[in-house]
Nanobody, 120 residues
Framework: QVQLVESGGGLVQAGGSLRLSCTASGRIFGINAMGWYRQAPGKQRELVATITNGGSTNYANSVKGRFTISRDNAKNTVYLQMNSLKHEDTAVYYC??????????????WGKGTLVTASS
């Protein structure tokens, strides 16, 4: 069993910063891609940022220059540093990871989400 737990969400004024964390636990041999997605009320879930095992990153155009994704492989943790937050960044943020088990299978897993609210 693998579990992803996000933390770091909360209420912040527009222009402020937050740092999200997501830690994977369980029988984990390794983790390939890690990413953050978000879902605002009444909207579909969308990609925010991803990072490969080698450290290559990809960002949604709406967050480029403001958000930074990083990872600590020793801690099975992915981070999302969010600066210059805008009201439109308000959403539930989910982490998503391709987790490799000891039997060699790769399983795509989601966290339960953490709410980020940027007040205007």
């Amino acid at each position: 069993q693998v579990q992803l737990v996000e933390s770091g969400g909360g209420l912040v004024q527009a222009g402020g910063s937050l740092r999200l964390s997501c830690t994977a636990s369980g029988r984990i041999f390794g983790i390939n891609a890690m990413g953050w997605y978000r879902q605002a009320p009444g909207k579909q879930r969308e990609l925010v940022a991803t990072i490969t095992n080698g450290g290559s990153t990809n960002y949604a155009n709406s967050v480029k220059g403001r958000f930074t994704i990083s990872r600590d492989n020793a801690k099975n943790t992915v981070y999302l540093q969010m600066n210059s937050l805008k009201h439109e960044d308000t959403a539930v943020y989910y982490c998503n990871e391709d987790i490799i088990s000891y039997n060699g299978y790769t399983m795509n897993s989601w966290g339960k989400g953490t709410l980020v609210t940027a007040s205007s």
